[in-house]
């Protein structure tokens, strides 16, 4: 058995083999291109069907999670059409900053739509502030959105049929979302924090999380165990563990059931008196 500890994001227990979650990136490349026009439409095009798609996760994060928590998705629509960025990605498909002036050559979308990511996001990451830190990865996120559009990999979020404990480098807030719910026992990721719109969605969802865990590509298909409330995570865990973690899990499920049950009731004291 093998123990690892992380920061809890949300409180419970989780037990299950584990899937080690890759994103589907490609290596984006830097190609010199001739006709810029092409490839600023090319990138307008991107960048309208990633609104589209983002209002589609946000009429299915509405569903699942609520206003307050789909609002994540308005917020990657508000950037998406920032002036800034635009204009920073539209430069640099025109006059490529990344080399030097007198050697200017006009890039693809791909790169510039990449570039710029990186660069916002390292942008937000170096602020003091934890909730602008916390936008570095949302930036990240609606920027792989269009370079997945451009290139045409598009798959995101797939867990396969069987519930599992996603151990992952980081997740998107799309990626949360458009997992499945029913096969989604508890996610464990190396980067992430306690701000970010990932954890407040899993916070939302019920779903176990640890961040700061040192993770493995080994790990994946072994049996392990979440525990949100230590911020514990146990990888082949023995007989005596597991099953002092499923009775934990148990009672668990039982006081949520309690909560579930009390709820809209009215609070009154055992002498009768409304609170």
């Known amino acids: 058995m093998e123990k690892y500890t992380g920061k809890s994001i ?5 037990i ?20 810029t026009a092409e490839q600023i439409k090319r990138y307008e095009d991107a960048r309208a069907k990633a609104a589209e798609q983002l209002q589609g996760l946000y009429e299915k994060a ?9 609002a994540v998705f308005e917020v990657h ?7 800034d960025y635009q ?67 598009e798959s995101g979020g797939a867990i396969g049929d069987e519930p599992v404990i996603v151990v992952a480098e980081d997740l998107a807030p799309s990626e949360t979302v458009q997992m499945d719910k029913e096969k989604l026992l508890a996610f ?16 939302t969802m019920n779903i176990p999380a640890l961040i700061e865990v040192d993770i493995k590509e080994e790990w994946n298909g072994k ?10 995570f146990y990888i082949d865990p023995d007989e005596e563990t597991l099953k002092k973690m499923q009775e934990k899990k148990e009672e668990d499920i039982k006081a949520r059931e309690l ?17």
């Open 188 to 203: 464990v990721t190396r980067l992430g924090s306690a701000n970010s719109h990932t954890a407040i969605l899993a916070r």
């Open 223 to 232: 049996m392990a165990v979440v525990d949100g409330y230590t911020g514990t």
């Open 10 to 14: 949300f409180k419970g227990i989780a």
């Open 16 to 35: 299950g083999k584990i899937l080690f979650y890759q994103k589907g990136e490609q290596p984006v490349k830097r190609v010199k291109i001739e006709d």
């Open 87 to 153: 204009d920073a990605i539209r430069n640099m498909i025109r006059t490529d900053s990344v080399v030097n002036i007198i050697e200017t050559q006009q890039v693809n979308a791909e790169f510039a739509v990449a570039t710029t990511g990186d660069n916002f996001a390292k942008m937000f990451a170096e602020m003091e502030d934890d909730y602008f830190k916390a936008r570095a990865a949302d930036v990240k996120d609606i920027s792989e959105r269009m370079v997945n559009i451009l290139s045409g990999n």
């Open 77 to 83: 629509q508000m950037m998406l059409e920032d002036e």
């Open 259 to 275: 909560l579930q049950e009390l709820k809209g009731k009215e609070d009154i004291t055992v002498d009768g008196k409304h609170i």
């Open 62 to 70: 509405l569903k699942e999670v609520g206003e307050a928590n789909a």
